[in-house]
């Protein structure tokens, strides 16, 4: 409920005052974690272990399935644009968060609280514990279902549409992998591509 509060306002104005949508994000980010951590225990120490065992493979990993969820993007922007008339306006609209926000600041936010923070609380914590307290695959269905409610604010179908693919992406490979470092690397990886190395709306 707490991340339903957080994120869909977000998602309708952009903005909260004097924080542009990625200093908003951002600090949703942090208040999510912080309760997360004071809620289970067993995440941190779940968190800590991860972070300390076969990181090599993991960070490959991570890359590897980076550059594969890019791709399979790269494909769904030609085919969309193809096939709908809407999809134009909508992946623009995604774009358009970025204005007034310098890329510096967007990277920055981005490797160091946005793909972190989204990895530790969406599958880390949420669907861990969904996992833990239903099972394995109801548990991975309700967080990718819950991360993709949250983005319905924003009113616009291709970006609803992409989170339900990378929550189904990300929430997959937490549920084959159980590692957050390898979700941690290829979330943050995918964000700078997508948005800042190497947009579609260009």
């Known amino acids: 409920m707490l991340a339903v509060?957080?994120?869909v306002p977000l998602f309708v104005t952009r903005g909260l005052g004097p924080l542009d949508f990625w200093w908003w994000l951002s600090a949703n980010l942090i208040i999510l974690i912080f309760t997360a951590a004071f809620l289970d225990p067993a995440w941190r120490t779940a968190i800590?272990?991860?972070?300390?065992?076969n990181l090599p493979y993991k960070i490959g990993m991570g890359i590897l399935s980076a550059l594969l969820l890019y791709v399979f993007f790269a494909?769904?922007?030609?085919?969309?644009?193809?096939?709908?008339?809407?999809?134009?306006?909508?992946?623009?609209?995604?774009?358009?968060?970025?204005?007034g926000a310098s890329r510096f600041r967007i990277a920055?936010?981005?490797?160091?609280?946005?793909?972190?923070?989204?990895e530790l609380f969406w599958r880390g914590f949420l669907q861990r514990s969904l996992q833990n307290k239903t099972s394995k695959y109801l548990g991975?269905?309700?967080?990718?279902?819950?991360y993709?409610?949250?983005?319905?604010?924003?009113?616009?179908?291709?970006?609803?549409?992409?989170?339900?693919v990378c929550g189904l992406f990300w929430g997959y490979l937490y549920l084959r992998y159980g590692s957050i470092t390898l979700?941690?690397?290829?979330?943050?990886?995918?964000?700078v591509t997508v948005f800042l190395w190497l947009p579609f709306n260009t």
């Open 5 to 7: 509060l957080l994120f």
């Open 48 to 53: 800590r272990q991860d972070f300390s065992g």
């Open 75 to 99: 494909a769904g922007n030609y085919l969309s644009r193809s096939l709908f008339s809407f999809a134009e306006i909508g992946i623009q609209d995604v774009y358009a968060f970025k204005m």
């Open 108 to 118: 920055a936010l981005m490797i160091f609280i946005i793909g972190p923070g989204e």
């Open 140 to 146: 991975f269905i309700l967080a990718t279902g819950i």
């Open 148 to 164: 993709t409610l949250v983005h319905l604010g924003s009113g616009n179908a291709m970006l609803v549409l992409a989170a339900g």
């Open 183 to 191: 979700n941690v690397v290829s979330h943050t990886l995918w964000d």
